[in-house]
């Protein structure tokens, strides 16, 4: 049994590096909920008022997917658990929750966290990060073009996508519940390019065959 889980920035093409590894590797795929979140919108119309509801409903529906994914098969997932204190300390640290959001939050995420210590695997066995530059990641977010995403329609959007990427740097470095590689996602155009596909997928199985998980 092994698990995969993706990390990276908004747009830095985990969902679709996901597909390809669960497909190269036989395995199920796990993807967050997005189009189908119906808070999703809502905060980016209104972050304040919804930034704790959106989280809860992230935690939510991620406990539900590691929950299935982490018992007994082979499984990738487009994003990890461990982002979504990144995402609600950044809210918070912009002002977009109170300290009682942020108390509850952390206490249900841990309360969460103890309980995937039962789980038949407790961690993942590797976390692939997709590193990607503001500009590459303004790219992919136009190119996928979901509306309420774009710095055309709220140029607010700047500014949190530099703050993103800046949490980002320390939190890959201070990952430590797994084995973890790098991808450089400005470099590979694993999307569009076979040859680039070939090269990173070549440095997910190096690494598992490292691990001799293959
Ligand atoms: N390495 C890449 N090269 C070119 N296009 C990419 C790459 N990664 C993602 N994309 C494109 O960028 C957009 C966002 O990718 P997606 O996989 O949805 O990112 P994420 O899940 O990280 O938000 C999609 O339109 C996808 O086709
Ligand atoms: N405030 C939060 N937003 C989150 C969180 N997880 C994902 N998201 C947002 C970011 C994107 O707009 C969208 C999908 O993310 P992708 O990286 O897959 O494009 O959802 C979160 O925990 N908090």
Redesign the pocket.
């Known amino acids: 049994m092994t698990v995969l889980v ?1 990390s ?12 390809m590894i669960a497909k190269e590797l036989g395995t199920k795929a796990f993807y ?1 909920s ?1 189009d189908d979140n119906p808070v999703l919108p809502l905060f980016y119309a209104d972050p304040s008022k919804y930034a704790f509801l959106l989280q809860i409903y992230f935690l939510n529906t991620r406990f539900h997917s590691i929950k299935a994914a982490l018992q007994d098969d082979n499984n990738v997932l ?2 990890s658990i461990y982002e979504d204190a990144l995402f609600f300390q950044m809210n918070a640290d912009m002002g977009r929750a109170n300290q009682t959001e942020v108390a509850i939050y952390k206490d249900l995420l841990g309360n969460m966290m103890e309980e995937l210590k039962g789980m038949p695997k407790k961690n993942p066995d590797l976390l692939v990060h ?1 590193d990607v530059s503001y500009d ?1 990641m303004i ?3 136009t ?3 979901r509306s309420y995403e774009q710095i055309q329609t709220d140029p607010s959007l700047v500014d949190y996508y530099h703050r993103l990427l800046d949490y980002y740097d320390p939190w890959y470095k201070n990952y430590q519940y797994s084995p973890k590689i790098r991808i450089d ?1 400005d470099r ?6 076979p040859k ?1 596909r070939e090269i ?1 997928m070549g440095q997910i199985k190096d690494k598992l065959h490292e691990m001799g998980k293959i």
């Not at 990276?8 to 597909?19: D, Q, V």
Request: glycine share 18%; no cysteine; charged share 30%.
């Open positions: 993706l990276g920035a908004i747009g830095a093409g985990k969902s679709s590096l996901t597909g967050e997005v487009d994003r997709i590459t790219k992919r977010i190119k996928r073009g996602g590979y155009d694993f999307v569009e390019n680039d990173v």
